[in-house]
Each structure stands twice: as C-alpha cells, then as structure tokens.
C-alpha cells in the first residue's frame, strides 16, 4: 500500500489524470485514491492506466481508467462524458500526460563544423518538423485541451485546482532536447495565465517542475543498455547538490500541498521545482 506524505481527505471529490499510466501519474493517481478521491484515470495506452486503476482498486480505493489521446478534444469530451456518469464532475485536475521524442532530440550537445550538412546524425539543422511539433503538441496542447474540457465542471465551485506537470528544463533549457525545453517553458506559462484567468471563478492553478527522475521516457538517455549510467546521467548527478535522481514518491507531499486549500489557499499561478537542489547550483 501507498505511504502517504501526510493525511489529506480528498473524500467526495474527483480527480482527472492524464498520462496515467506513467511513471509519475500512476503514483500520482494511487495517492489520490488512498486519500479518499475517486481517480479517473486517462491515458493514451488504455492498458497502462487500466493495471494502475486495478491496482487501486486492489487497496480499496475508486479508480476507473479511460482511453484518451490528449490531443483529441472530441475524444476527451467523450471520455468527459463518461467520467460524469461513472464517477462525477471533476474537482481536481493533473494535466500528466507530456514527454519528448527521439526525432525532436539532437545527437550532440554542441555544434560541430560541418554539422549543418550531416545526413547521419540528427543536428539541429535536420531536427524534422514532424519530430518539433510533436513534442510542443503533446505537451502544451496535452495540458490545454483537457482544461478546456474539463474546467467547465468546476466554475463556480469550492476547493478545486489543476495542476500542470512542467519541468526543471522550463527555467533552464537542457542540451539535445530543444522542443521538449521550450514546450515545458509554454506549460509554466500557461500555468500562470491559466491562474489569473481563473482567479475569480474559484479554481486555482499551480504547476511542479519535477527535476530528475527516470521514467520510462528518458531511461534510454540516462543508462546504457548495459545498465551502466551514461555520461549524460553523470554530469545530471554532478549538477544535482543531493547527488542522486529523485524518488517518485518525493513528488507527492508538492502535489498534495498543491490540492490542499487549508495549505495552499492563496497560492496560485506557481511553479515549485522539487529538484534536489538543481535549480539553486550555480557549478560552483
């Protein structure tokens, strides 16, 4: 069973993740439902979210998962639909669902001569349009389109949030992954925007930049498949004052601080890295 950071009843309300079959949104999810919220678990891949929907219900909690690709509005106004009859309007919000893409990354960190006319590698130059675009769409439109849709149902109505899932690339860009760096930068924007126009209709709106955790996403760039680390993964840990990647449990106190209007009532539009100390470094 789930350790919860602190006790939080979250009894009555209902809570819409997307990317709930990840790394991070499934714990995400399993807190919830240990808190007392009725989990509504979206995600592209219905067999991930479904396990993790199983599994909380396993420790007695009310999970139901739902296929929805975030960059569907017609297909999440249906889920949204389903999400009413099956469990009720949505009081929280975890706009999960994000991540990059091999054909929107680089091969080096810096430019080289001569990269410019390369055809083996993947430079700046050649990054595919397909590839940027992507990544951008996944990860604002993944947090635009389902505030959209599911927004509506808490106007108006107490103790409600949405919670974005940015990144510490949003502060400052990482090499290799330039989309996934400026996308992140567009979700903590909105996060704030989304704040302010929200502020007199009683939902409020935060965002957690997680630093660095491994997720399925970015295994590959972090260790070998020899398991060794990469050198990537060295000069991350070097950056990182406390020396190691993040637990993915170490997210949840933020996130339910972040739910909590006895703890946060008047905190809005923020972003709060929780990073080890990476955002703090200067290197030196």
């Known amino acids: 069973m789930i350790k919860l950071p602190f006790q939080i009843d979250l009894t009555g309300k209902v809570a819409v993740v997307t990317g709930a079959g990840g790394v991070l949104c499934s714990i995400f999810s399993e807190a919830l439902a240990a808190a007392g919220a009725k989990v509504a678990l979206l995600n592209r891949t219905y067999e991930k979210a479904a396990a993790v929907a199983e599994r909380i219900r396993s420790e007695g909690g009310a999970a139901v998962a739902y296929a929805a690709n975030v960059l569907e509005k017609s297909m999440l106004q249906k889920v949204h639909e389903q999400v009413i009859s099956d469990l009720g ?7 999960g669902a994000g991540g990059n893409s091999p054909a929107a990354t680089t091969t080096k960190e ?38 959209q849709v599911f927004a509506p149902d808490m106007l108006g109505c107490a103790d409600c949030t949405i919670i974005n899932i940015s990144s510490m690339n949003a502060y400052t860009p990482l090499t290799k992954i330039p989309a996934y760096s400026a996308a992140k930068a567009g979700v903590s924007n ?5 704040a302010v126009h929200f502020s007199k209709a009683g939902i409020r709106v935060n965002a957690i930049a997680p630093g660095f955790f491994v997720t399925d996403q970015n295994r590959a760039l972090l260790y070998n498949p020899d398991g060794s680390a990469t050198a990537r993964t060295e000069k991350i840990l070097a950056a990182t004052p406390m020396g190691r990647f993040g ?10 601080y972040l739910i909590s209007p006895e703890a946060s009532g008047f905190v809005n539009g923020v972003i709060i890295p929780v990073d080890g100390g ?5 290197g030196v």
């Open 89 to 95: 309007k949505c009081d929280i919000l975890i706009n």
């Open 110 to 147: 810096y430019y080289e001569p001569g990269d410019e006319q390369s055809d083996e590698l993947r430079t700046f130059f050649n990054i595919e349009r397909e590839g940027i675009e992507e990544v951008l769409n996944l990860n604002f439109m993944g947090a635009l389109l389902p505030t």
């Open 190 to 194: 909105f996060t704030q925007w989304l």
């Open 247 to 256: 637990q993915r449990e170490e997210l949840l106190g933020t996130l339910f």
């Open 278 to 282: 990476f955002s703090a470094y200067s």
